[in-house]
């Protein structure tokens, strides 16, 4: 799960905990990013704080000096046989993969794990 920090009435990525967690918690040699963008519709305010969240990451990994890789949603989706299911199907496939992880039953909190891990497993293979 991502660290986070309450800033006001915001949730930031806590850098100092994700520096922490990258480069001494765990062994991390690559990083694997969704390659996102801006949706049509969506608020300033949650654009502001995705497009954060996503600068914090970036800047944490290059700090690091850990190689990354952007991959757009086609392609580790496509990987995981997912091309043309709904929303809810990536959750699905990452319960068959790894059934004893009980996050991925929690609807919007097992979908955000379902897919860093899908994309995890796309930079696996």
Known sequence: MMPTVTVGTATRVNASELHHWLAYGRFVDHVYLESVHAMPGQGVRSMFSFGHAVGVVTGVIGAIGLPHTLVTPQRWKKSAGLIGTDKDAARAR????WPQW??????????????????GLFGSV
């Open 94 to 97: 990452a319960i068959q993969l």
């Open 102 to 119: 009980t996050e991925l039953g929690k609807k919007a909190k097992g979908q955000a794990f379902a897919d860093a891990a899908l994309i």
